[in-house]
């Protein structure tokens, strides 16, 4: 008699996923689509663009007054979307 060796579908993908580097940019592109949901929907109005560079999130946001409230919240904006994917993806936020 053998054994085998069992194991969750979920664990397989994520194994060929970073055999092939692809874990970090789905992760990433996760982390964006979700900006919308923790940031709120009046900050996803005033948001231009938003990019993930060296573990640092830059947004654009086209309101200075927006941009000058967010500035308090970076911390937590940070830690919400680091729980959303489920990894430490970003350490920091800046806003322009």
């Known amino acids: 008699m ?15 996923l970073r055999e092939n580097g692809l874990e970090t940019p789905l992760l990433q592109a996760r982390l964006l689509n979700s900006w919308e949901s923790v940031a709120g929907e009046l900050v996803a109005r005033y948001t ?3 990019f993930i560079r060296n ?17 308090m919240k970076l911390s937590e ?7 959303e994917v489920g990894s430490h993806l970003i350490a920091e936020i800046r806003i322009y």
């Open 2 to 16: 053998f054994r085998r060796s069992v194991k969750h579908v979920d664990d397989i993908v994520l194994e060929c």
């Open 48 to 50: 231009e663009e938003k």
């Open 55 to 71: 573990q640092t999130l830059y947004v654009k946001i086209s309101s200075p007054a927006l941009r000058s409230d967010l500035s």
């Open 77 to 83: 904006l940070t830690e919400k979307l680091n729980k």
